[in-house]
């Protein structure tokens, strides 16, 4: 694929986002339109997820037609140049009436995550990155944060049902033992985006889905994150585990997390 085909889909898909967030937007303000549902303990579903994904594979479709789609609700299969699609990230949060969830849309090209973009558009803010050209927020660059000491860092450990409690309790232990500040916010495709422009120092997860980092993933890579290898194995189609810190805290989080 050529530089300029990859710009095209970068542009392209701004402009879908933006679209996409104007209508989440709408049933963010309407919530007794939200029809909420239970896919499962804690993993929230609104009317707006299906609406939202609908309207982007639509769209993709007839833009880049010779691209798959993989959506958090519809499903889809991998191929050489994949969009990865969370409709709405953080639907606890939006179905609750809290701002903190995104629109968040990658591309992994031959595997490798090439394009992110995340819209949090209850924020206004968005996230653009692409392989090799940085990352902005807004159309301004954004930069990691340079902790380096884990008793001034601040991180978020993002939580899933999938994994024991008890794992998730023992790395939370583990972190305040270490000194760190820890959080959770509830959308992990914004937890790594925060990393990006340093509102956190670390976003780690003991297993998430691909939906959720796709895009994340570029963007806190090209604004100086380290993160490890998350679409090894079968990480597109099942998850894995995701670490994403500043460059010297990372060896320190390794050990801490279990997560090479």
């Not at 937007?25 to 896919?39: A, I, N, W």
């Not at 958090?72 to 939006?94: K, L, R």
């Not at 902005?136 to 024991?164: F, H, Q």
Request: a negative charge; aromatic letters at 8%.
């Amino acid at each position: 694929m050529t530089p300029a085909e990859l710009a095209t889909r970068r542009y392209a898909v701004q402009g879908l986002v933006a679209e996409a967030g104007r209508l989440a937007l709408d049933y963010f303000g309407r919530q007794e339109s939200l029809g909420v549902t239970m896919k499962g303990a804690q993993d929230w579903l609104t009317v707006a997820d299906g609406a939202v994904e609908d309207f982007l594979r639509q769209r993709l479709a007839v833009l880049f037609p010779t691209d798959t789609v993989i959506g958090e609700e519809g499903g889809g299969a991998a191929s050489d140049a994949v969009w990865i699609i969370d409709p709405i990230d953080g639907t606890m949060n939006f179905a609750h009436g809290d701002r903190n969830w995104c629109i968040s849309i990658g591309f992994l090209h031959n595997r490798v995550p090439t394009i992110g973009i995340v819209a949090a558009p209850a924020l206004d803010e968005l996230y653009v990155a692409q392989r090799g050209q940085g990352a902005t927020l807004n159309g301004r660059p954004i930069r990691v944060s340079a902790t380096e000491d884990l008793k001034r860092a601040y991180v978020e450990l993002g939580w899933s049902p999938r994994v024991p409690f008890e794992r998730y309790l023992a790395v939370l232990e583990r972190g305040y033992a270490a000194g760190c500040a820890v959080k959770r916010s509830g959308s992990g495709a914004l937890g790594l985006c925060h990393v990006a422009n340093a509102r956190t120092d670390a976003y780690l997860e003991l297993h998430i889905n691909a939906w959720d980092v796709a895009a994340g993933i570029v963007i806190a890579g090209e604004a100086g994150a380290s993160i490890n290898d998350f679409f090894a194995g079968d990480g597109i189609s099942k998850g894995n585990p995701i670490l994403c810190s500043t460059p010297a805290l990372a060896p320190q989080l390794r050990e801490i997390v279990g997560i090479s």
